[in-house]
């Protein structure tokens, strides 16, 4: 499970075996033993690969732990979503109520309809891009 683990932290971060290897001091060949499991990384080694990738060690052995980075990924995500509702000066989530909305006319209904298809795509395409 360890070498599956640094092998994700590894691509997730773009990082080469080579780069990676040199960062935590070993040989690239010592680094593909430990992500192919044919050898398991000492005490020492598994705390410098916890310390590198901001993780801990219960992460690196498997047990489903968010990393700092999910978490700072998500806190971005937060802080941009608030960027937008400030820049759009939407005070509230009343925006999001519906009962506002049934004063539309016929023309704003598919001009949000609009706005809906367009969302729904743009999700769409995200969708197909991660895969």
Do not use: C, H
Request: charge should be negative; proline fraction near 2%.
């Amino acid at each position: 499970m360890i070498g599956k683990r640094i092998k994700y932290l590894r691509n997730k971060n773009n990082l080469s075996q080579k780069r990676l290897s040199e960062a935590l001091g070993m040989s690239n060949v010592q680094l593909s033993r430990y992500e192919s499991g044919a050898r398991q990384p000492d005490y020492d080694t598994i705390l410098k690969i916890a310390d590198y990738f901001d993780v801990s060690i219960d992460y690196l052995f498997g047990r489903p732990e968010s990393t700092s980075q999910d978490n700072n990924e998500e806190e971005d995500f937060i802080k941009e979503i608030n960027r937008l509702l400030e820049k759009y000066e939407i005070d509230d989530f009343s925006f999001f109520d519906i009962e506002k909305w049934k004063s539309m006319n016929p023309e704003q209904i598919k001009e949000l309809e609009s706005y809906f298809q367009y969302l729904v795509q743009k999700s769409k395409q995200l969708e197909d891009n991660n895969e």
